[in-house]
């Protein structure tokens, strides 16, 4: 080719891959100063001390460097060798040195144990546990087990001397050892079975008592989170029936426990994560809690777990949204950029109102958890499981509708929307999907007066702000006074959640951001005669520029 038709091709070259209307990278931003739902549902929970922290841990989370670990994560998803070099058996899972990166942070800032070390609130650890799953979500699984797993724990007193104490540490310890050699620890949980899935009555594992009072146990889990961790808490039939038991992963002599992973679960999402099947050969483990009451005992450990499937989905829903606000801001299409576009607008509106009310209610839950009175706890009982019904069902819708903002960019595997996509309905199905929940919240209510009374108290504080919400509330009261059906579960979850959603907008909208938002919340999700729940934006949002402005991302 002579020089100069070259020179024309490159010309020619650099016009068709000159770039113009791409939306930018995200610069570094600090994802607690720059979010405004958050912030007022700290100060709401009283959480004034917190906020430092919370800072610095913005500051960090919302770094390229963590975006990059969460990218390489997920990228690089853990490897599992059965047996080494001279055929032994070793059950070695070996993970990218980006998880491991995020890992230290989770457990630098204590949200594994946090609350049980005294230096956390549980409140305050939403808050900062809600930014961490705006990053990755796969390393969230150990980590929640672990703040679970404790609060079991702690009601044996053997375990609570020979391993809280290294459960409580900030450090994290990867290293295959016993526990008493760790500087730190994790803790996972094995329930399901082949044949049973959420009917764990139905599991076939079997436990025999040994002369020293362990137990050895013989069968399989289907599912066996973080098969990594140190131990394991686990259900099997004993000779009382279904109970709960302590597993460690190696004995004290250092060998490993007759736990045999069978393989890795190819998972559609949490891909950083490891999930396993395993069989049980003659593994060593002690009874915790009562035999023949092993559900009440695990159950303890899966309330805080269902907690961090609603903070956990709240956060990967402000994450979404801030993204698709970000292309909104900078994508032009048909003469205007698309956040000056009426319908994207109410597109747009729409998810900041969810995310806002999912953020709201994630803290308010978390704050339950701190507290012993009576009507806390009966709010815990059956806000919990109507709350990971709902938010985490919500989260699945927002995240398809925020990545259809975004367009083609947005379904790439080079922005994380697609990640947050396929995460999205772990904590749905993960600790009890949406029929399970709401049978729970229909045995709360059948259970005792005081979960509708602490219910109805709760909600009162809201009544006079808003008609919508006062016509909803006196639907909700008058439904409690009749039997409730099971065919009833869903709609009256739904319906528990978004009035306490509510609620929670309108005692805290001091400003006009936020009370459109409150405004917008009600008229949309409370009224009677919207047509809302098919799409977001659906509905006309009169205050919708004052939503989209209070929830975008204010970056230089």
Request: net charge neutral; charged share 20%; hydrophobic share 45%.
């Amino acid at each position: 080719m002579c020089f100069s038709r070259k020179m024309r091709s490159m010309e020619h070259g650099s016009l068709t891959h000159r770039v113009a209307n791409q939306t930018p990278p995200l610069p570094d931003f600090n994802l607690f100063a720059e979010d405004e739902a958050l912030k007022e549902a700290v100060a709401r929970e009283g959480l004034a001390a917190a906020v430092p922290g919370l800072l610095d841990t913005g500051r960090v989370l919302g770094t390229e460097e963590i975006r990059q670990q969460a990218a390489l994560a997920n990228r690089y998803p853990p490897v599992f060798s059965a047996f080494n070099a001279q055929g032994e058996r070793i059950d070695r899972l070996d993970f990218h040195p980006a998880w491991h990166a995020l890992m230290r942070g989770i457990a630098a800032r204590g949200y594994h144990s946090g609350p049980w070390a005294g230096s956390l609130s549980h409140a305050a650890r939403a808050a900062g546990y809600f930014m961490q799953a705006q990053v990755e979500c796969g390393s969230l699984c150990p980590t929640t087990m672990t703040y679970g797993g404790i609060a079991a724990m702690r009601r044996d007193e053997g375990l609570n001397e020979r391993w809280v104490p290294t459960l409580l540490s900030r450090e994290y310890d990867p290293r295959e050892a016993p526990i008493e050699e760790k500087r730190g620890g994790l803790i996972g949980m094995g329930m399901t079975e082949k044949q049973g899935g959420s009917d764990v009555r139905a599991n076939t594992t079997r436990a025999v008592r040994s002369a020293d009072g362990s137990f050895r146990l013989t069968g399989h889990k289907w599912f066996f989170s973080a098969p990594q961790c140190d131990a394991h808490l686990v259900l099997a039939q004993s000779e009382a029936g279904l109970s709960c038991f302590f597993m460690p992963r190696r004995l004290p002599d250092g060998t490993l426990n007759g736990i045999y992973i069978q393989r890795l679960k190819d998972k559609l999402g949490n891909r950083s994560n490891a999930s396993s099947e395993v069989e049980f050969l003659d593994a060593w483990a002690q009874l915790l809690g009562e035999e023949g009451r092993g559900i009440p005992t695990i159950l303890e450990m899966g309330t805080y777990t269902r907690l961090d499937c609603v903070t956990g989905s709240a956060g990967m829903m402000r994450q979404a949204v801030s993204l698709a606000l970000h292309h909104a801001a900078h994508r032009r299409a048909f003469g205007a950029l698309l956040s000056e576009q009426p319908l994207m607008q109410n597109v747009l509106a729409d998810l900041c109102i969810e995310s806002d009310a999912a953020t709201a209610l994630a803290v308010r839950l978390a704050r339950a958890f701190d507290s012993e009175a009576p009507a806390e706890a009966a709010l815990r009982r059956v806000l919990t499981s109507a709350a990971k019904f709902w938010v985490c069902k919500r989260g699945i819708e927002l995240a398809a509708e925020a990545m259809e903002v975004l367009g083609g960019n947005g379904y790439t595997e080079e922005l994380p929307l697609a990640r947050i996509l396929r995460e999205m309905p772990v904590n749905s199905i993960w600790e009890g999907s949406g029929n399970i929940m709401c049978l729970d919240v229909l045995r709360a209510f059948a259970k005792s007066s005081v979960t509708t009374d602490a219910l109805l108290a709760e909600l009162s504080a809201a009544r006079g702000l808003d008609p919508h919400y006062d016509a909803a509330f006196e639907s909700l009261a008058a439904r409690l006074k009749d039997p409730l059906e099971e065919h009833d579960g869903r709609g009256l979850a739904q319906q528990v959640v978004t009035l306490v959603q509510a609620a929670l907008l309108l005692n805290g909208a001091p400003h006009a951001g936020a009370r459109a938002v409150a405004e917008g919340f009600c008229v949309t999700r409370l009224n009677a005669t919207a047509r809302w729940g098919a799409v977001f934006g659906s509905s006309r949002l009169a205050g919708r520029e004052r939503i989209v402005s209070r929830a975008a991302l204010k970056l230089s």
